[in-house]
């Protein structure tokens, strides 16, 4: 059996043909994934350690817990003047996450644990001399959180949770640069660099009655800092001292999430979940790129962004068929933080309804499997105050994802 | 195990599936709205022929104004489109008899080497005014004649005064407007009059003078009327204020930057005609007979000093310093103001026009004076900054490329809004603007 999951696993980078759009993503636990995405209120399985530190004091067991959900969107670009299209072809995102949950002897009220996972990051890669080529052709952004995690259970009914993150990660943003060499060909630059960020995740889970739990959490914002990029451009001979190579520095918030959560257990056989976020988006009110050599032609720039905070609802049902199968499905509806003006070919969004599905499957007592599958299409019209890039992105986006639980 | 075995195989199928969850995408409709779009021609000077880089060649015509309108009429019916096109390799002929030019590296007269424009050759490609590419069965659109003033759009035998009209008229006696016509045109577009204003322009306003408001409408409105005789419909350009061009804009008035040394001889040399000089930027000296006894007087601010000053003698032998800038290299501010306001009478005359017959009118002269102020297109800065700004060629006065889609775009537009039609805009940025070594 190993063997063929692992043949499961091998083919995922195979799929180089769609990418994941937007820069948060929601995938950290499956079986929140199969209900919308919702499941903060109470202890589901070592995901709790993501999605609600304080819900991990109500698990008595020790786990370990690998996901991953393949991503695969596309997005078509039709240039409102020019009635062309253009699509993106970019790599399958593939975020991940791995859970280890511990207790020191059984019933004990202090729990730890170790998360890692990726709640932001995609690559986005547009066709070759598309329209925008000189807004972006490639961007790729990349965040994995490590976040150890103390949880204690208080009473029977109250439990607590705190997580450092420390995160790591790296952007590449490509574009072309509208000036050209004696055989026409468009310059180009390439902005890399390792990012670093701190923060935290607190959560709270309490018990109201058997059948329902209430849970608050609060994700906080990390600064993802660039010190020292790289910046390299590709120009004409005659213009390299315009466009130096060297460093440069910027940074990217990943907003902060508050979260309210509510479980409800309506019989052994049916659960529900509900989960109303608000995201500080506001924080990302503009990419700036500082070069540490510049020119009349290397200027240091600031882009508004603009984002504005947002809300989203998510909701999902469990049912238990058997002793060894519950199915979920669940949606949910998110506002978007991008204002009209300011929607970029790096994150196309738009408000948006979703759909989830899912299922686990257990074998034995210490053995289960998890599947979910996301689905949704959003359709954006906009013009660019900045780049002035006028159009409709329309984006699918389907992600399937998997997890394997160990428990002991 | 057997499940499993499905399972995978099914997930294994689902993923393989998901690559191919892609948008849909269906081209818009486009429509030709109320025009006939079969055979289209435009009439028009140096911006209409293709000239750029100062010279006619080949890629500068397959990237014409009327070129690119009629590649988008193409879309909604339009038919073939022909043009005098030159050989291609050939490296083109300019008013003088030189060659294109490219963008180079030149070593000035302080031996400080940069980037220039230069010349492709030595000599320009004589062949081109020599022979004659007219074909009755491949009848032109594209009735660009560089030089082309309003008083010999009709005249008969102009060939025999312009020498890139010769190398398309189909007759050693036929007019610009005749061969026109005699397309059987169903869709038509003016651009006249830029070559009027240039023509002062470029001469520092020193021997020419500009039409009146009522002698332009005398030679315009007649080519109106004879365009629209068998019902064609089109679109009027106005006229730009070519002030707002890199030629007359590249070289500061106040360009002239001393040292001490430098400000303190001259103004011992021009105190006594009551001019001072300061350490860095100064105005040039120039010929002004209205100035005073001495004739000479500092630049002002406004006032243009035109690309074609030698810029060496400026650099090393004192031009524009102890020998002050002749008339012709500069358009002081009463010249700046009366070709201003002919240009304005002159849109004025074109405008209402194209209101008395139904055209549409593309307004040109908004078109430079946005490039001036700047402005970003689908990310892509223009301005109409010399060489970097991205929409003028060497020349500094005709378009590049991509500034001649640009301004289709515009022509586009128009046409679109006047005639309720959906004709699809070009891609710009993907145009070639100057090309750097």
Same mark, same amino acid.
């Given at each position: 059996?190993?063997?063929?999951?692992?043949?499961?696993?091998?083919?995922?980078?195979?799929?180089?043909? &769609?990418?994941?759009?937007?820069?948060?993503?929601?995938?950290?636990?499956?079986?929140?994934?199969?209900?919308?995405?919702?499941?903060?209120?109470?202890?589901?399985?070592?995901?709790?350690?993501?999605?609600?530190?304080?819900?991990?004091?109500?698990?008595?067991?020790?786990?370990?817990?690998?996901?991953?959900?393949?991503?695969?969107?596309?997005?078509?670009?039709?240039?409102?003047?020019?009635?062309?299209?253009?699509?993106?072809?970019?790599?399958?995102?593939?975020?991940?996450?791995?859970?280890?949950?511990?207790?020191?002897?059984?019933?004990?009220?202090?729990?730890?644990?170790?998360?890692?996972?990726?709640?932001?990051?995609?690559?986005?890669?547009?066709?070759?001399?598309?329209?925008?080529?000189?807004?972006?052709?490639?961007?790729?952004?990349?965040?994995?959180?490590?976040?150890?995690?103390?949880?204690?259970?208080?009473?029977?009914?109250?439990?607590?949770?705190?997580?450092?993150?420390?995160?790591?990660?790296?952007?590449?943003?490509?574009?072309?640069?509208?000036?050209?060499?004696?055989?026409?060909?468009?310059?180009?630059?390439?902005?890399?660099?390792?990012a670093m960020g701190f923060g935290y995740n607190i959560g709270?889970?309490?018990?109201?009655?058997?059948?329902?739990?209430?849970?608050?959490?609060?994700?906080?914002?990390?600064?993802?800092?660039?010190?020292?990029?790289?910046?390299?451009?590709?120009?004409?001979?005659?213009?390299?001292?315009?466009?130096?190579?060297?460093?440069?520095?910027?940074?990217?918030?990943?907003?902060?999430?508050?979260?309210?959560?509510?479980?409800?257990?309506?019989?052994?056989?049916?659960?529900?979940?509900?989960?109303?976020?608000?995201?500080?988006?506001?924080?990302?009110?503009?990419?700036?790129?500082?070069?540490?050599?510049?020119?009349?032609?290397?200027?240091?720039?600031?882009?508004?962004?603009?984002?504005?905070?947002?809300?989203?609802?998510?909701?999902?049902?469990?049912?238990?068929?058997?002793?060894?199968?519950?199915?979920?499905?669940?949606?949910?509806?998110?506002?978007?933080?991008?204002?009209?003006?300011?929607?970029?070919?790096?994150?196309?969004?738009?408000?948006?309804?979703?759909?989830?599905?899912?299922?686990?499957?257990?074998?034995?007592?210490?053995?289960?499997f998890d599947a979910s599958v996301y689905y949704t299409q959003?359709?954006?019209?906009?013009?660019?105050?900045?780049?002035?890039?006028?159009?409709?992105?329309?984006?699918?986006?389907? &992600?399937?994802?998997?997890?394997?639980?160990?428990?002991? | 195990?057997?499940?499993?075995?499905?399972?995978?195989?099914?997930?294994?199928?689902?993923?393989?599936?998901?690559?191919?969850?892609?948008?849909?995408?269906?081209?818009?409709?486009?429509?030709?709205?109320?025009?006939?779009?079969?055979?289209?021609?435009?009439?028009?000077?140096?911006?209409?022929?293709?000239?750029?880089?100062?010279?006619?060649?080949?890629?500068?015509?397959?990237?014409?104004?009327?070129?690119?309108?009629?590649?988008?009429?193409?879309?909604?019916?339009?038919?073939?489109?022909?043009?005098?096109?030159?050989?291609?390799?050939?490296?083109?002929?300019?008013?003088?008899?030189?060659?294109?030019?490219?963008?180079?590296?030149?070593?000035?007269?302080?031996?400080?080497?940069?980037?220039?424009?230069?010349?492709?050759?030595?000599?320009?490609?004589?062949?081109?005014?020599?022979?004659?590419?007219?074909?009755?069965?491949?009848?032109?659109?594209?009735?660009?004649?560089?030089?082309?003033?309003?008083?010999?759009?009709?005249?008969?035998?102009?060939?025999?005064?312009?020498?890139?009209?010769?190398?398309?008229?189909?007759?050693?006696?036929?007019?610009?407007?005749?061969?026109?016509?005699?397309?059987?045109?169903?869709?038509?577009?003016?651009?006249?009059?830029?070559?009027?204003?240039?023509?002062?322009?470029?001469?520092?306003?020193?021997?020419?003078?500009?039409?009146?408001?009522?002698?332009?409408?005398?030679?315009?409105?007649?080519?109106?009327?004879?365009?629209?005789?068998?019902?064609?419909?089109?679109?009027?350009?106005?006229?730009?204020?070519?002030?707002?061009?890199?030629?007359?804009?590249?070289?500061?008035?106040?360009?002239?930057?001393?040292?001490?040394?430098?400000?303190?001889?001259?103004?011992?040399?021009?105190?006594?005609?009551?001019?001072?000089?300061?350490?860095?930027?100064?105005?040039?000296?120039?010929?002004?007979?209205?100035?005073?006894?001495?004739?000479?007087?500092?630049?002002?601010?406004?006032?243009?000093?035109?690309?074609?000053?030698?810029?060496?003698?400026?650099?090393?032998?004192?031009?524009?310093?102890?020998?002050?800038?002749?008339?012709?290299?500069?358009?002081?501010?009463?010249?700046?103001?009366?070709?201003?306001?002919?240009?304005?009478?002159?849109?004025?005359?074109?405008?209402?026009?194209?209101?008395?017959?139904?055209?549409?009118?593309?307004?040109?002269?908004?078109?430079?004076?946005?490039?001036?102020?700047?402005?970003?297109?689908?990310?892509?800065?223009?301005?109409?900054?010399?060489?970097?700004?991205?929409?003028?060629?060497?020349?500094?006065?005709?378009?590049?490329?991509?500034?001649?889609?640009?301004?289709?775009?515009?022509?586009?537009?128009?046409?679109?809004?006047?005639?309720?039609?959906?004709?699809?805009?070009?891609?710009?940025?993907?145009?070639?603007?100057?090309?750097?070594?």
């Amino acid at each position: 059996m190993a063997k063929k999951t692992l043949l499961l696993i091998l083919f995922i980078p195979l799929f180089q043909v &769609a990418n994941a759009q937007g820069f948060q993503v929601n995938f950290q636990g499956q079986k929140q994934q199969g209900m919308g995405c919702a499941g903060s209120a109470n202890y589901t399985d070592g995901s709790s350690l993501f999605y609600n530190p304080g819900a991990v004091a109500f698990s008595n067991e020790n786990s370990v817990n690998v996901a991953s959900t393949p991503v695969f969107a596309n997005v078509l670009y039709v240039d409102s003047a020019t009635g062309a299209g253009y699509r993106t072809n970019s790599p399958v995102g593939t975020p991940f996450s791995a859970y280890g949950l511990f207790q020191l002897k059984k019933d004990a009220a202090l729990k730890f644990g170790l998360a890692v996972y990726t709640p932001f990051g995609s690559t986005v890669q547009y066709e070759d001399n598309w329209i925008g080529r000189f807004a972006l052709t490639r961007l790729k952004l990349m965040a994995i959180f490590i976040q150890p995690t103390f949880s204690y259970r208080f009473t029977e009914k109250l439990g607590m949770g705190a997580g450092f993150v420390f995160s790591t990660g790296e952007v590449n943003l490509q574009k072309d640069i509208p000036v050209q060499d004696s055989l026409g060909n468009f310059a180009h630059a390439e902005l890399s660099g390792k990012a670093m960020g701190f923060g935290y995740n607190i959560g709270i889970s309490y018990k109201a009655t058997d059948a329902l739990t209430l849970g608050l959490t609060y994700r906080s914002q990390v600064n993802m800092a660039v010190n020292t990029g790289q910046a390299t451009f590709t120009v004409p001979s005659s213009l390299t001292a315009s466009f130096p190579n060297g460093t440069f520095s910027s940074s990217l918030p990943l907003p902060a999430v508050a979260t309210f959560a509510v479980a409800y257990t309506f019989s052994k056989k049916w659960k529900a979940v509900l989960d109303v976020n608000y995201v500080g988006w506001k924080a990302y009110d503009t990419l700036a790129f500082d070069y540490a050599n510049n020119t009349a032609s290397l200027i240091d720039t600031k882009s508004a962004r603009m984002y504005k905070n947002i809300m989203a609802f998510r909701g999902g049902v469990e049912h238990k068929i058997m002793d060894n199968l519950d199915v979920r499905l669940g949606g949910g509806y998110g506002f978007s933080p991008v204002q009209n003006g300011y929607v970029t070919p790096e994150t196309p969004d738009k408000n948006r309804a979703y759909f989830t599905a899912g299922l686990s499957y257990r074998i034995g007592a210490h053995f289960s499997f998890d599947a979910s599958v996301y689905y949704t299409q959003i359709k954006r019209t906009d013009k660019n105050l900045e780049t002035n890039l006028n159009g409709t992105f329309t984006t699918k986006a389907i &992600a399937p994802g998997f997890s394997f639980i160990y428990t002991w | 195990m057997v499940n499993y075995k499905l399972f995978t195989l099914a997930a294994v199928s689902l993923l393989l599936g998901l690559g191919a969850c892609k948008p849909s995408y269906e081209s818009p409709e486009f429509s030709k709205g109320e025009i006939d779009p079969t055979r289209f021609v435009m009439i028009g000077g140096i911006h209409t022929s293709g000239y750029m880089d100062d010279a006619l060649y080949r890629e500068g015509q397959e990237n014409s104004l009327p070129a690119l309108i009629a590649q988008q009429l193409s879309l909604v019916g339009g038919g073939a489109f022909y043009q005098p096109l030159v050989a291609e390799g050939s490296v083109g002929i300019s008013f003088s008899g030189l060659s294109k030019m490219m963008l180079g590296y030149k070593t000035d007269c302080k031996g400080e080497t940069s980037l220039s424009p230069v010349r492709v050759a030595g000599n320009g490609d004589a062949s081109i005014w020599n022979d004659n590419t007219y074909n009755p069965s491949a009848l032109f659109g594209n009735y660009g004649v560089p030089g082309l003033l309003m008083a010999y759009v009709s005249s008969p035998a102009y060939s025999n005064q312009n020498n890139y009209y010769k190398r398309m008229a189909s007759s050693s006696t036929g007019s610009v407007l005749d061969d026109a016509l005699a397309t059987n045109l169903t869709f038509f577009s003016l651009f006249l009059g830029v070559d009027e204003v240039l023509k002062y322009a470029k001469s520092g306003a020193k021997d020419s003078t500009l039409l009146t408001a009522q002698e332009f409408e005398v030679l315009y409105a007649p080519i109106v009327s004879q365009m629209i005789a068998n019902g064609a419909k089109g679109i009027l350009a106005t006229i730009p204020d070519v002030s707002k061009m890199p030629y007359f804009t590249t070289i500061p008035y106040n360009g002239l930057t001393l040292d001490a040394p430098n400000a303190t001889t001259l103004n011992s040399v021009y105190n006594a005609l009551g001019f001072s000089f300061q350490v860095g930027a100064n105005p040039f000296m120039m010929i002004d007979p209205n100035a005073n006894s001495f004739a000479v007087r500092q630049m002002l601010p406004g006032e243009c000093l035109l690309l074609s000053v030698p810029l060496d003698s400026v650099k090393c032998n004192q031009m524009g310093v102890l020998f002050p800038l002749r008339n012709e290299f500069v358009l002081t501010n009463p010249e700046l103001e009366f070709m201003r306001t002919r240009i304005q009478e002159y849109n004025t005359v074109i405008r209402s026009l194209a209101t008395q017959h139904n055209l549409a009118v593309v307004d040109v002269d908004a078109f430079v004076s946005n490039l001036s102020d700047g402005f970003v297109y689908n990310g892509v800065s223009m301005s109409a900054k010399f060489v970097s700004g991205g929409a003028y060629s060497l020349d500094g006065v005709q378009f590049n490329p991509r500034g001649n889609a640009l301004l289709a775009n515009k022509f586009i537009q128009a046409i679109n809004k006047q005639y309720h039609a959906r004709i699809p805009e070009l891609n710009a940025g993907a145009y070639n603007a100057i090309l750097f070594p």
